[in-house]
């Protein structure tokens, strides 16, 4: 395209004419200063996220809490929506839910009738089933006898934990749930009366039915533990830890 300016002329030049002038407005590409380039860091891939990560600990990790309960296991109707720790939550990664451990806590899952076990990252809250402790992602169900027949009785063992198991923490209580929505609206109306500094929200579950979460003060546990017993309904009541 430079060159399509320069065409020759019909009658011959002079015995030894001047160079001709590059155009004003179209100046010669070698002669514009070529600016010195700044150095651009090496891309660095993203980290993935903790729940895509493979789970390991020391041979040696010492059990910090156990307990013995029923699992269950969930999944499509929760597919890659936000789970507790506010990563969209994925059936196929080796996590789990749990109702009061810290979040990120990593466990041991044993299943109690084959002996098979998983480790498993704590990244959601539930079950919210009065007779289950453990939610497994569809992915650790599989692993264990829990994917076939919907629930087994299990042994969890604590291998690390980012946080107090037994102090500190922030706290609610969970209520549901509730088939007929106006009960829940009711029983929500009736404690945000009584409890005029704490929170009182209701929400929908994608398994069905509405649920009541109330938020105490500062999310105190001990406060939030007099709820459960000042409250009365025949709904389930769960304390659950936030953090």
């Given at each position: 395209?430079f060159l399509a300016?320069?065409?020759?002329?019909?009658?011959?030049?002079?015995?030894?004419?001047?160079?001709?002038?590059?155009p004003?407005?179209?100046?010669?590409p070698?002669?514009?200063p070529t600016?010195t380039?700044?150095?651009v860091?090496?891309?660095?891939a993203?980290?993935?996220?903790?729940?895509d990560?493979?789970i390991?600990?020391p041979k040696d990790?010492?059990?910090?809490?156990t307990e013995?309960g029923?699992?269950?296991?969930?999944?499509?109707?929760?597919?890659?929506r936000?789970?507790a720790?506010?990563?969209p939550?994925?059936?196929?990664?080796?996590?789990?839910?749990?109702?009061?451990?810290?979040l990120n806590?990593?466990?041991?899952v044993?299943?109690?009738?084959t002996a098979?076990s998983?480790l498993?990252?704590?990244?959601?809250?539930?079950?919210f089933?009065?007779?289950?402790?453990i939610d497994?992602?569809?992915?650790a169900?599989?692993?264990?006898?829990?994917?076939?027949?919907?629930?087994?009785?299990?042994?969890?063992?604590?291998?690390?934990?980012?946080?107090?198991?037994?102090?500190g923490g922030?706290w609610?209580?969970?209520i549901?749930a509730?088939?007929d929505?106006d009960?829940?609206r009711?029983?929500?109306?009736k404690?945000a009366r009584?409890?005029?500094?704490?929170?009182?929200?209701?929400?929908?579950?994608?398994?069905g039915g509405d649920?009541?979460r109330?938020?105490?003060a500062?999310?105190?546990?001990?406060?939030a533990?007099?709820?459960?017993?000042?409250?009365?309904?025949?709904a389930?009541m769960f304390?659950?830890?936030l953090d």
């Amino acid at each position: 395209m430079f060159l399509a300016g320069c065409a020759a002329h019909h009658e011959p030049p002079p015995a030894m004419p001047p160079p001709p002038a590059a155009p004003a407005s179209t100046p010669a590409p070698h002669h514009i200063p070529t600016p010195t380039p700044t150095p651009v860091p090496t891309p660095v891939a993203p980290r993935a996220s903790r729940s895509d990560t493979e789970i390991t600990v020391p041979k040696d990790a010492k059990v910090l809490y156990t307990e013995v309960g029923f699992a269950s296991w969930y999944g499509p109707g929760f597919q890659k929506r936000n789970a507790a720790n506010g990563q969209p939550y994925d059936m196929n990664a080796m996590t789990a839910a749990h109702r009061t451990l810290p979040l990120n806590t990593i466990v041991r899952v044993t299943d109690l009738k084959t002996a098979e076990s998983v480790l498993l990252r704590i990244t959601d809250r539930g079950p919210f089933v009065t007779d289950r402790v453990i939610d497994l992602s569809r992915a650790a169900a599989r692993k264990l006898s829990v994917y076939q027949h919907g629930t087994a009785l299990v042994k969890i063992e604590v291998l690390e934990t980012p946080a107090s198991i037994k102090e500190g923490g922030r706290w609610c209580v969970q209520i549901g749930a509730f088939q007929d929505s106006d009960d829940a609206r009711k029983l929500k109306e009736k404690l945000a009366r009584r409890y005029r500094t704490a929170k009182v929200l209701q929400f929908s579950s994608p398994a069905g039915g509405d649920w009541i979460r109330v938020r105490v003060a500062e999310d105190d546990k001990k406060r939030a533990q007099e709820v459960m017993k000042e409250t009365h309904t025949e709904a389930a009541m769960f304390l659950v830890r936030l953090d």
